[in-house]
């Protein structure tokens, strides 16, 4: 038995749909890295951790964790720093958090 040709699958049309596909999603992705947001948390060790002033959190844009705690690093002097996802375990701290360019 033979399908009918309306029915079938034209291969090359899929394959370029496919890679047409993938470009636009490495395309996304690319510009994801670019703007990926960052939680940086500022520790002050010479405070007590129940103390409010022990831990300030700041918002910002960077392509690495680095690049976040380098542009907070001038405005947390003395202060110990970690940088995490914005979307990952602590994003409810988001909406608290000091916004830097």
């Known amino acids: 038995m033979t399908p009918a040709t309306d029915t079938?699958?034209?291969l090359a049309a899929w394959a370029r749909d496919l890679e047409r596909e993938n470009k636009r999603i490495a395309e996304i992705n690319a510009e994801r890295v670019r703007r990926r947001g960052y939680l940086v948390f500022a520790t002050d060790p010479t405070v007590s951790p129940e103390d409010p002033s022990y831990c300030e959190v700041y918002a910002t844009e960077a392509r690495t964790p680095n690049q976040a705690v380098g542009k907070i690093?001038?405005?947390a002097t003395g202060r110990r720093l970690h940088a995490y996802l914005a979307t990952g375990k602590y994003k409810h701290e988001l909406a608290d958090a000091r916004w830097v360019a």
Request: proline fraction near 17%; charge should be neutral; glycine fraction near 0%.
């Open 8 to 10: 079938q699958i034209d």
């Open 73 to 75: 690093r001038p405005l």
